[in-house]
C-alpha cells in the first residue's frame, strides 16, 4: 500500500469529528471538520474507490466488503437531506480500519 493513499485515509479518519453537532454544518461553518457532513462521505467513497481501482486494496474480500459500503454510501437514500447518524460514521470507520489493514 502506497503511503500517500494510507495517509489519505488516516486522514478522513482522524482529522474529523466523530460528534454529530447540533447544528448544520457545511463547508463555510468555522469548524468543518465533521464526518457528519455529506461531502466527507463523498471523498470517502472517491478515496475508497480508487483504492480499489489501483490496486492499493487487494484483497477480493476486503474489496467486496468496501464496495458494500460504497453502495450503501452512494445509495439516494443515504445522500438526500437525512441527517447523517452515528451509526454510519461507525461504519465508515470500519472501512477505514479495513481499508488500512487489506491488503
Do not use: C
Not at 503511503?3 to 468555522?30: T, V
Not at 468543518?32 to 472517491?46: I, Q, T
Amino acid at each position: 500500500m502506497k503511503e500517500a493513499f494510507k495517509e489519505r485515509l488516516e486522514r478522513l479518519r482522524d482529522e474529523h469529528s466523530n460528534e454529530i453537532p447540533n447544528n448544520w454544518i457545511d463547508s463555510r461553518s468555522p469548524n468543518n471538520s465533521f464526518k457528519v457532513r455529506g461531502n466527507w462521505f463523498f471523498a470517502l467513497v472517491a478515496v475508497l474507490e480508487n483504492g480499489i481501482l489501483d490496486g492499493e486494496i487487494r484483497d477480493p474480500i476486503v474489496i467486496r466488503k468496501i464496495s458494500r459500503g460504497i453502495n450503501r454510501f452512494t445509495r439516494r437514500e443515504f445522500t438526500k437531506e437525512n441527517p447523517t447518524q452515528a451509526r454510519e460514521i461507525k461504519y465508515a470507520n470500519l472501512m477505514i480500519d479495513l481499508a488500512l489493514k487489506g491488503k
